[in-house]
């Protein structure tokens, strides 16, 4: 990326000094842009990067260095520290609250919406950042009231500012690690050492995205195999041919979205064909756009390259037929697995580890211990409730998860006073 003139108007007050093909540079891309915090690039080797590194006391080896416009550098090790160098909500103000929201997607911010709006003193603790993985969605088509699309950043800033506004406080790069039984209600204690107590709990994790399995293809993440990163590193595949892997909504909508400057997308799938796990206008939409490939019955079977992508090995899944290609950008999109291992056993959990609430339980006495039935969204443990994606039988869409979210917050005040 072209650097941007420091006296250009409009520069973002934040300049990164980083290689295009660093891992870690990468990381910080994604999570910058997904705090909606703007910056510029500079490349260590550009004669404005090694100077300002120089000034800063840095060598070209020491990237990424990250430096604002009051002269302040910062080579970060790890997102909660750069999350407090940036400014963004790292703490509570409290450590007891009526409700702690334990993640900050669709589910999680529908809840604090609600919750906030509705007199309970809320929190929601988000590991990276809000809008989870529909926050790094490049356009959500059938949302309802967003007839012309919505990104799933603009979706997210305007949850933010929403739960904001009604008082909920939204704290960033806080990891659950543990959530515990307390006698006034739960403690759910995070990475750093925080712990934040609550009466009642809304557990909103999701899911974590899966990763490719093929041999090579690991060293090349962050540089060239990129997963749910493509609002993040679109600006950078402009006039280049682009590689998705995946078969489902997200892997449809980041296909449509690179067309607009790719010069080519080709779609990996899996299975016989997109309609099994994609939404008919998305595969309408695809049919009908000629920069997009679709191979069906593929699957990547080796990478290749040095200090980035360079080749993937293709194999037809009905033939076992291998073909290589060249291939710098590779995006994958090929499902996720409940965030529920940081939870104790005391949470009953489908085969497949996703939560089990409500009706799921009720008639298992060895699952469920009060004599009252479960309210509808509540897990194994009395008061703490499950909303989207990480809950058993749910939609898995954004609709889904905020109706959820929304719903939870009624049965916590059922719980509460009920």
Not at 163 to 186: D, H, P
Not at 239 to 246: A, E, F, L, N, T
Not at 269 to 288: D, H
Not at 356 to 373: F, H, K, N, Q, V
Request: aromatic fraction near 8%; charged fraction near 20%.
């Amino acid at each position: 990326m072209a650097p941007t003139s420091p006296d250009e108007p409009g520069t973002p007050a934040l300049t990164v000094v980083g290689d295009l093909w660093s891992p870690a540079c990468a990381a910080i891309r994604t999570f910058l842009r997904r705090n909606d915090i703007d910056c510029r690039w500079v490349r260590p080797d550009d004669p404005e990067g090694r100077r300002l590194l120089t000034a800063h006391g840095f060598d070209t080896g020491e990237t990424p260095v990250l430096i604002d416009s009051d002269g302040r550098a910062l080579r970060p090790t790890d997102e909660a520290q750069l999350a407090r160098w940036v400014g963004l909500h790292t703490a509570p103000s409290s450590d007891d609250y009526d409700l702690v929201i334990v993640g900050g997607g669709p589910a999680g911010m529908a809840a604090a919406v609600y919750g906030a709006s509705e007199g309970l003193r809320t929190v929601a603790l988000e590991r990276w950042a809000i809008g989870g993985q529909a926050g790094l969605s490049s356009r959500i088509e059938n949302y309802l009231g967003f007839p012309d699309g919505i990104s799933g950043a603009q979706l997210t800033d305007r949850a933010r500012r929403q739960a904001g506004k009604f008082g909920a406080e939204l704290v960033i790069s806080s990891a659950a690690e543990q959530l515990a039984v307390t006698a006034n209600g739960f403690t759910v204690r995070c990475s750093g050492g925080l712990a934040v107590s609550a009466r009642s709990v809304i557990v909103a994790t999701g899911a974590t995205f899966r990763t490719l399995d093929a041999p090579g293809i690991e060293q090349f993440a962050g540089r060239g195999v990129y997963y749910f990163s493509a609002l993040t590193e679109a600006p950078l595949c402009t006039g280049s041919v682009v590689y998705i892997v995946g078969g489902a909504n997200s892997a449809g909508q980041a296909a449509i979205y690179f067309a607009e400057t790719a010069t080519r997308v080709i779609m990996l799938v899996r299975g016989p064909s997109l309609a099994a796990e994609m939404s008919a206008y998305l595969v309408e939409q695809i049919r009908a756009n000629p920069r997009i490939e679709v191979r069906t019955d593929t699957e990547i079977a080796a990478a290749a390259g040095e200090t980035h992508l360079a080749q993937l090995t293709l194999r037809d899944r009905s033939t076992g037929e291998l073909e290589q290609v060249p291939a710098t950008w590779v995006f994958a999109f090929i499902g996720a697995d409940p965030a529920t291992a940081w939870l104790g056993p005391a949470f009953a959990r489908d085969t497949h580890g996703y939560l089990l609430t409500g009706p799921d339980i009720a008639d298992d006495s060895r699952r469920w211990p009060l004599r009252r039935p479960p309210l509808h969204l509540e897990t194994t443990v009395p008061g703490v409730f499950a909303a989207g994606d990480v809950r058993a039988f749910t939609g898995h869409r954004v609709a889904a998860a905020v109706g959820e979210g929304s719903m939870a917050v009624m049965l916590v005040h059922k719980f509460l006073h009920g």
